[in-house]
């Protein structure tokens, strides 16, 4: 039984001390971990664990622009912090040259999306220019033939409006907390929704699993981040946790759940 972690964040200051042995855990469950840059340093950084002989049977990379990164503006919330953020300006267009550049090193483009969560960037202008960000890496991923791993938050009909109108195709909508109606609209778009452990704790991921078809989801930690326990750290052997969910949902074994969840990730990310 092989399990997959379609979305974390390895590469952050909190896993800095015992990458080795969350690593090893993973392992130990027959993992595959993709690992998520969010920015031009991240993406390099994510890119070196997913090279390193000691982690590359395990760990791969999706290259991502978070859309507050891309903005390039100087992060001030307090939910940047434990990130190994290059909070410096960069350009977006030369990171989508060097993701181009790179294709063949990583699985996905991810997480890129809209966010309109930040008090900062709630400006229309803002979010046109996220928009704007937003459409140049669908373009991306379409000209490179990858699939995409979608973060929206606050901009969920915005984001799937895009998706939609760009015709893009193989997608994931990772941590969806949209209302029932659009889930259901993600549905008949044959996209994928990856559910994260803290559906131990949130009825909205329960509700998700039961409206999704076991074939259009997908399982991921956002580690450090969505622990099944609040205030721990998570980490992509949690995957468990939220196979035990689905099984108890969808009233089938964790076998099945896993083995059909395995077989989704083959379809996507072309294992
Ligand atoms: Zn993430």
């Known amino acids: 039984m092989k399990l997959i972690d379609v979305h974390a964040h390895l590469e952050t200051k909190r896993f800095e001390k015992d990458l080795k042995e969350v690593v090893e855990r993973a392992r130990k469950k027959k993992m595959i971990v993709i690992n998520a840059g969010v920015n031009p340093a991240t993406n390099r950084r994510a890119l070196e664990i997913a090279e390193n002989p ?26 940047a912090e434990g990130f190994l953020r290059d909070v410096e300006k960069f350009d977006v267009d030369d990171e989508i040259k060097w993701i181009e550049k790179n294709k063949d090193k990583c699985v996905a483009i991810g997480e890129i999306g809209l966010d309109y969560n930040f008090e900062d960037y709630q400006t229309d202008e803002a979010r046109e220019m996220q928009k704007k960000v937003f459409v140049k890496l669908l373009k991306l991923a379409k000209k490179i033939d990858k699939p995409v791993i979608i973060h929206s938050r606050k901009a969920e009909l ?21 209302k029932k109606s ?90």
């Open 158 to 178: 915005d984001a799937m409006e895009i998706l939609e109108k760009e015709k893009t195709e193989n997608v994931v909508m990772h941590c969806f907390s949209a």
């Open 54 to 79: 000691k982690y590359s049977d395990v760990v791969k990379v999706s290259f991502g622009m978070y859309p507050i990164d891309a903005l390039a503006k100087e992060i001030s919330s307090g939910e």
């Open 182 to 271: 659009l889930i259901k609209r993600g549905v008949d778009n044959k996209w994928f929704f990856s559910v994260p452990p803290v559906i131990t704790r949130l009825q909205h991921f329960q509700t998700l699993v039961e409206m999704v078809p076991l074939t259009q989801i997908l399982t991921e930690t956002d580690s450090p981040y969505l622990s099944p326990v609040a205030g721990e750290r998570n980490e992509p052997a949690n995957v468990s946790v939220t196979i035990s969910e689905i099984a108890k949902i969808k009233k089938i074994s964790e076998k099945e759940v896993a083995e059909q969840i395995w077989k989704n990730a083959e379809k996507v990310f072309g294992f």
